[in-house]
């Protein structure tokens, strides 16, 4: 049983978990996320503004396609060799690729929704922001995370963890730096995939707590395969 409550798939008031997300301080980034915060505020902005979070949105599929794909490749790796697989090494590699096929399809979401809102404000695509630098951006997260997958998987749950703690607040903080998304509805034929809402402020108020159980899962997973408490 999860010692965390998770909210995707469930009926709950935004508005009491977004002030809870408010009130937390968040995981402690370590030094490459630090790095990367710092990168993003210098060519997107400090302001959240709807281009930057799709920016994230990209990047955040990543770590979730690593662990499939290292998944797919340990399987491969274990199943080509001459001595019998272990089930334990095969449930591990199952369970990863699950995990990572539902959050980056959740990650994927969101990036529709927010291209598609961009779209309708008519908000313009940037070559360099919004094609070449997110792409440069991805390539280089995706090998740290699959680098890190292949070495010690530990090492990528407790990074994405801390990435997605950043995410959830960022997307809450955004709510309170824009009052007038309070007002603004907003609709897209992407809500067949994802759950409808009104308001462009409770679109972030939902996206902030799907990170925040992203977060809670990665903490849940780096403690299974460790043993040991997780740090925030």
């Known amino acids: 049983m999860s010692k965390f409550e998770y909210t995707i798939g469930k009926e709950v008031d935004l ?5 809870k997300t408010l009130q937390d301080k968040g995981l402690h980034a370590n030094l490459i996320l630090r790095c990367m915060f710092v990168a993003m505020d210098l060519i997107y902005g400090k302001a959240r503004e709807i ?7 990209i990047l955040a599929r ?8 290292g998944s797919y490749l340990r399987l491969t790796r274990d199943y080509a060799n001459p001595n019998f697989a272990e089930k334990s090494e095969s449930d591990r590699a199952w369970h990863h690729i699950k995990l990572g096929r539902k959050s980056q399809d959740n990650e994927q979401w969101h990036m529709f929704i927010l ?8 908000m313009k695509r940037r070559f360099l922001k919004h094609f070449l630098l997110p792409r440069f951006l991805a390539f280089g997260y995706y090998f740290l995370t699959r680098i890190m997958y292949r070495v010690r998987p530990a090492w990528s ?3 994405n963890a801390r990435f997605e703690s950043h995410a959830e607040r960022e ?7 824009h009052p007038e998304w309070e007002d603004e509805e907003i609709d897209t ?6 759950p409808r809402v009104k308001t462009m402020a409770d679109l972030f108020r939902r996206i902030s707590l799907d990170e925040r159980d992203h977060k809670f899962e990665s903490w849940e997973e780096y403690e299974r395969i460790t043993g040991h408490a997780f740090k925030p």
Not at 62 to 69: I, L
């Open 15 to 19: 508005k009491a978990e977004w002030e």
């Open 189 to 194: 034929e992407y809500f067949v995939y994802y």
């Open 115 to 122: 291209e598609d809102l961009m779209r309708q404000k008519g």
């Open 157 to 159: 749950f407790d990074m």
């Open 51 to 57: 281009d930057k979070f799709l920016v994230i949105e």
């Open 171 to 177: 997307y809450a903080q955004a709510v309170v730096d």
């Open 62 to 69: 990543y770590p979730y396609w690593a662990w499939e794909v």
